[in-house]
């Protein structure tokens, strides 16, 4: 979709403190295709798109709260 102007970028520390979960959890979701990809910022370093994650975030609720 769209990216926002306003969009952040999430370093994985924040990602994990945002969701609750680590390292190998969020990369095994991303293998599985259930957790938003890393976006590639240098040869060293990934961020999260933080509207993305957001996104997942809310989806978890609906699936849940059958809203």
Same mark, same amino acid.
């Given at each position: 979709?769209?990216?926002?102007? @306003? +969009?952040?970028?999430?370093?994985? =520390?924040?990602?994990? +403190? ?19 990809? @890393?976006?590639?910022?240098? @040869? =060293? ?19 849940? =709260?059958?809203?």
């Amino acid at each position: 979709g769209m990216v926002m102007n @306003s +969009d952040r970028f999430l370093r994985l =520390r924040q990602v994990e +403190d945002k969701i609750g979960f680590g390292k190998s959890w969020i990369y095994r979701q991303i293998q599985l295709q259930q957790f938003p990809p @890393s976006i590639r910022l240098n @040869s =060293r370093h990934v961020a999260w798109l933080e509207s993305e994650v957001d996104a997942w975030i809310h989806q978890r609720i609906r699936l849940t =709260r059958d809203v």
